[in-house]
Structures are given as C-alpha cells and as structure tokens.
C-alpha cells in the first residue's frame, strides 16, 4: 500500500513561480517511478512529468518543458515539481501518481493539489 499526499498549490499571477510536493508513505519509495499529472474544469487528466527510482527525467510534457522541473529525494520519500514561468493554461489540479518500476500503469494517487494561475 502507498500513500501519496499532495501540498503547495495556490493562487499565483502569470509569470510567477510554484513549488508542489508529494510526499509518500508505504512501501518502498526508491522502487517506484513517480509521475505528476494534472487535470482542469472541463477537461481530461494529462501527464505532466515524470520521474524514475534514480532520478533520471524520462518525460515532460512539450508545454511545460524548460518551465517546470520534477526531482525526487528518496531518503525523505518526497517528490517535487518545480513550476516556474506559470501561464493561465496551466490552472489544474496537480495529482502526483506512483507504480513500481517495472510497471507501465500507475497504480497509486493522491487527492490532488489546486492550482491557479490568474492573468
């Protein structure tokens, strides 16, 4: 079983910056690859980034690449996504998302973190 809690979302102006973290509980942290996804009204649910068990980048999605940042500190079972540059289309919940490494789907999620973004 594995617990993931989302923190840190808010109200920010265009062009500011926002720093989400998930932190996790249960099982082994390091054997997980661990994904932030995001969802806006109206709209279906998308990945965002993505992180493996050593910390080696494997996606970003094409809008937010070279804006946002994911990283992960597996002694503290944390995981970050750095936002910066933020624009009005990127006002979602963020869900952060786990499945084991040899997995392709993720299996575990957690509540999602509001997001807002006003121009």
């Known amino acids: 079983q594995v617990r993931l809690i989302e923190s840190g979302g808010g109200l920010v102006q265009a062009g500011g910056s926002l720093r989400l973290s998930c932190a996790a509980s249960?099982?082994?942290?390091?054997?997980?690859?661990v994904g932030w996804f995001r969802q806006a009204p109206g709209k279906e649910r998308e990945p965002v980034a993505r992180?493996?068990?050593?910390?080696?980048?494997?996606y970003y999605r094409d809008s937010v690449r070279g804006r946002f940042t994911i990283s992960r500190d597996n002694a503290k079972n944390m995981v970050y996504l750095q936002m910066n540059s933020l624009k009005p289309e990127d006002t979602a919940v963020y869900y952060c998302?786990?499945?084991?490494?040899?997995?392709?789907?993720?299996?575990?999620w957690g509540q999602g973190t509001q997001v807002t973004v006003s121009s």
């Open positions: 992180i493996s068990w050593s910390s080696s980048v494997e």
């Open positions: 998302a786990a499945r084991l490494n040899i997995r392709t789907q993720f299996d575990y």
């Open positions: 249960g099982g082994t942290f390091s054997s997980y690859t």
